[in-house]
T-cell receptor
Framework: KQEVTQIPAALSVPEGENLVLNCSFT??????LQWFRQDPGKGLTSLLL?????REQTSGRLNASLDKSSGRSTLYIAASQPGDSATYLC?????????FGAGTTVTVRA | DTAVSQTPKYLVTQMGNDKSIKCEQN?????MYWYKQDSKKFLKIMFS???????INETVPNRFSPKSPDKAHLNLHINSLELGDSAVYFC?????????????FGDGTRLSIL
């Protein structure tokens, strides 16, 4: 059974600092890994999807890396802004379904 | 133009009642999902449908019955509601089966059982 862990559970940083969010998973036989953002009272917004054959994906200030063999992914957010405050969820895909971590709640202080 | 829409957004009801949550996607996707997010914020898959056929049923009590009248809709009916059913339920869709393509989520339905 796939288990996904995200560390830290919460993070508070001053504006402008870079963010590093970690995700680990137990079963490396994945199709892909997705990073989502969840705002309070809202659904999930897909940020980045990394296929199992890829090592990283970039979108604007966001960069996600994937090391499938060690079961790890890292989401980097450069030059954080107050608007980046949200919960970030990591999800891995195998056996035709997504398994989610509990998320990292980020607060960026102005 | 909402891609995945769920109704209602909030649902407050008493234990023992029967209720339904509706989901519609206008993305032309073949696969739809229901997830449950509990108080600890873990999201867990409940059901997955592909082209109106049930693909995944994750040991969900049979009080929960999904229905897909067409590819664009996946509704969730819950019988004899219990306190433990209180959670946020999310509908999602993706282009195809296998969770290979990105999944698009609705805003969730917050179910509270009194």
């Amino acid at each position: 059974k796939q288990e996904v862990t995200q560390i830290p559970a919460a993070l508070s940083v001053p504006e402008g600092e870079n963010l590093v969010l970690n995700c680990s998973f137990t079963d490396s036989a994945i199709y892909n890994l997705q990073w989502f953002r969840q705002d309070p009272g809202k659904g999930l917004t897909s940020l980045l999807l990394i296929q199992s054959s890829q090592r990283e994906q970039t979108s604007g200030r966001l960069n996600a890396s994937l090391d499938k063999s060690s079961g790890r992914s890292t989401l980097y957010i450069a030059a954080s802004q107050p608007g980046d405050s949200a919960t970030y969820l990591c999800a891995v895909s195998n056996d035709y379904k997504l398994s989610f971590g509990a998320g990292t709640t980020v607060t960026v202080r102005a | 133009d909402t891609a995945v829409s769920q109704t209602p957004k909030y649902l407050v009801t008493q234990m023992g009642n029967d209720k339904s949550i509706k989901c519609e996607q206008n993305l032309g996707h073949d696969t739809m999902y229901w997830y449950k997010q509990d108080s600890k914020k873990f999201l867990k898959i409940m059901f997955s449908y592909n082209n109106k056929e049930l693909i995944i049923n994750e040991t969900v009590p049979n009080r929960f019955s999904p229905k897909s009248p067409d590819k664009a809709h996946l509704n969730l009916h819950i019988n004899s509601l219990e306190l433990g059913d209180s959670a946020v339920y999310f509908c999602a869709s993706s282009q195809d089966i296998g969770a290979i393509a990105p999944q698009h989520f609705g805003d969730g339905t917050r179910l509270s059982i009194l």
